[in-house]
């Protein structure tokens, strides 16, 4: 299976979505923009953001690129069960439409 040729914006939605939610709960409600860099999750997106920025296709990078951050938030102790559901929604999502191909979810699980 091919992956869909709006992949790239396929994960930006996916960052938004995310990252707006975690701004609006009580843990980050204070932080600033400035603040995420020092955030891990929020960096970790905020570099992905740039990855995306500099790439045509979504076959330029490896799925851990993209998958990695909402993989942190899925792990994070520090994230609510909605935040949490938010990023295993992406991570459906992302595995739905076909944007981690066969070959990819093979190499996924040997890294688990």
């Not at 204070?30 to 570099?47: C, E, K, V």
């Not at 609510?80 to 944007?99: C, D, E, M, R």
């Amino acid at each position: 299976m091919t992956s869909p040729s709006n992949g790239i914006y396929i994960i930006q939605g996916e960052i938004s979505l995310v990252v707006t939610a975690m701004r609006r709960t009580s843990r980050w409600s204070s932080h600033s923009q400035r603040d995420d860099d020092g955030d891990p999750l929020f960096s970790s997106f905020s570099q992905l953001k740039d990855v995306l920025n500099t790439i045509t296709e979504l076959c330029e990078i490896e799925p851990n690129a993209f998958l990695g951050p909402f993989l942190e938030v899925i792990r994070s102790e520090d994230t609510t069960g909605p935040i949490t559901g938010l990023a295993l929604t992406s991570v459906n999502k992302f595995l739905s439409y076909g944007l981690v191909g066969q070959y990819h979810h093979v190499s996924l699980r040997m890294q688990s």
